[in-house]
Nanobody, 123 residues
């Protein structure tokens, strides 16, 4: 069964931190790439971060480099997104996704998606 469940979203102030978690089924967690995307109202879904299983490489969008980190915990079948120095423009629904190819940044190549978790950053 393919399953991705996000948690950890919430309402915070500018400069605060949040840690998002994505719990995956064993089958999903075995996929080569797991990533985070976000979608703000009226905007396209955009890439945030990804981690590739085969070499543990991490990728981050330029807009979040230096503030966000992505990690995985093989014992927990989970990936995490640590978000520091949050800004109002980080406000969005954050989605966890997985694909078994090598795609990192392009949403349409991700086969599996979670339901999303809302992150709201107030100024």
């Amino acid at each position: 069964q393919v399953q991705l469940v996000e948690s950890g979203g919430g309402l915070v102030q500018t400069g605060d931190s949040l840690r998002l978690a994505c719990a995956a089924s064993e089958r999903t967690f075995s996929m080569n790439v797991m990533g985070w995307f976000r979608q703000a109202p009226g905007k396209e879904r955009e890439f945030v971060a990804a981690i590739r299983r085969r070499d543990n490489s991490a990728y981050l969008a330029n807009s979040v480099k230096g503030r966000f980190t992505i990690s995985r915990d093989n014992a927990e079948n989970s990936i995490y997104l640590q978000m520091n120095s949050l800004k109002p423009e980080d406000t969005a629904v954050y989605y966890c996704a997985a694909n078994n190819g090598d795609t990192v940044v392009t949403a349409k190549y991700y086969n599996y998606w979670g339901q999303g978790t809302q992150v709201t950053v107030s100024s």
